[in-house]
């Protein structure tokens, strides 16, 4: 059986992710670490439960990592069977896309992000964090 024959397909580079400047980085972890101190932690964290058997939330916090800005939310696992008493899961991505604009998404269950809006401000991000139970630990 003769072997399919190889042909040359064109692949275009990449386009350059865009630089995250300084000013931006530094306005975007104040205004995280202020929501999640003012609205994330007392909305979703509540005290251990009487039967811990089950993961419960005991920490949220963000971080930049190249050009994303991540809130993750710390689980403790208390059960018998736990591999580790804590475990961190990514809840909402701001991704930044140039000119002061970010894109916002949300992990589904399969680990996969979803982009749910394009294109904006930071203020707009944290607003639809806070507000829309799609960002939500």
Do not use: G
């Given at each position: 059986?003769?072997?399919p024959r190889?042909?040359?397909?064109?692949n275009p580079p990449k386009p350059p992710v865009p630089k995250v400047p300084a000013d931006v980085k530094v306005a975007v972890q104040d205004q995280a670490h202020r929501?999640?101190?003012?609205?994330?932690?007392?909305?979703?964290i509540e005290p251990p439960p009487r039967d811990a058997r089950f993961?419960?939330?005991?920490?949220?916090?963000?971080?930049w990592y190249r050009h994303y800005f991540y809130f993750h939310a710390t689980y403790a696992s208390p059960g018998p069977n736990a591999i580790a008493p804590f475990f961190e899961a990514k809840?909402?991505?701001m991704e930044y896309v140039g000119e002061r604009?970010?894109?916002?998404?949300f992990m589904r269950h399969t680990g996969a992000w979803v982009v749910l809006y394009h294109g904006l401000s930071h203020?707009?991000?944290?607003?639809?964090?806070?507000?829309?139970?799609?960002?939500?630990?």
């Open positions: 059986m003769p072997r190889r042909t040359w397909v064109y929501l999640i101190e003012t609205d994330l932690k007392p909305q979703h993961n419960y939330l005991v920490d949220i916090s963000a971080r809840f909402a991505r604009r970010f894109d916002l998404a203020n707009e991000c944290f607003e639809h964090i806070r507000d829309d139970p799609f960002f939500h630990p």
